[in-house]
T-cell receptor, first 112, second 111 residues
């Protein structure tokens, strides 16, 4: 089944404790992206990757890092999480030549 | 803000009625898409309309695009309880890899 998976689905952590949210897709998509969703603000793009080893900032990259060492994986790293990063996070991917994105199920992160 | 604005923010209708939601944006676009999100879950793509198109249909969905007014509308005809969800417009601009989401319309269809 074609899908985007994220892990973990739920995470409660404390300020300053480094964490990684994994994202993996099995559709051989070139493009992958991370979004955060906050009430009343819709989804905002954090980082995206056009292909392996090619990443760029979205609209809200502060406090986040990403890497794209393999085509299928695009982890989101919070080196020193803060409470304002409490949010619902989505990973998405799409193939080249299309703008239709496939979304993962989301990761609900709470930073205390 | 670059985000698109959608209205209404919330809409409640009876099953069988039509639902219309609107999206406005500020900069030129390559295309505009609509996605549906069920209660905090992942988003599902509904329909895409290109900047040179004015109207597009897919099943019970009808999307219009007016680039002169920088606005789009999504019409869901003969709504069902299962259409209850949040709907987002998403735009992309040519030459960029960024996607800008609207703030969403929460639709509730009452059985």
């Amino acid at each position: 089944e074609a899908q985007v998976t994220q892990n973990p689905r739920y995470l409660i952590t404390v300020t300053g404790k480094k964490l990684t949210v994994t994202c993996s897709q099995n559709m051989n998509h070139e493009y992958m992206s991370w979004y955060r969703q906050d009430p009343g603000l819709g989804l905002r793009q954090i980082y995206y990757s056009m292909n392996v080893e090619v990443t760029d900032k979205g609209d809200v990259p502060e406090g986040y890092k990403v890497s794209r060492k393999e085509k299928r994986n695009f982890p989101l790293i919070l080196e020193s999480p803060s409470p304002n990063q409490t949010s619902l996070y989505f990973c998405a991917s799409r193939g080249s030549g299309t703008d239709t994105q496939y979304f993962g199920p989301g990761t609900r992160l709470t930073v205390l | 803000s670059q985000q698109g604005e959608e209205d209404p923010q919330a809409l409640s209708i009876q099953e069988g009625e039509n639902a219309t939601m609107n999206c406005s944006y500020k900069t030129s676009i390559n295309n505009l898409q609509w996605y549906r999100q069920n209660s905090g879950r992942g988003l599902v793509h509904l329909i895409l309309i290109r900047s040179n198109e004015r109207e597009k249909h897919s099943g019970r969905l009808r999307v219009t695009l007016d680039t002169s007014k920088k606005s789009s509308s999504l019409l869901i005809t003969a709504s069902r309880a299962a259409d209850t969800a949040s709907y987002f417009c998403v735009r992309s601009s040519s030459g960029t890899y960024k996607y800008i989401f609207g703030t969403g319309t929460r639709l509730k269809v009452l059985a």
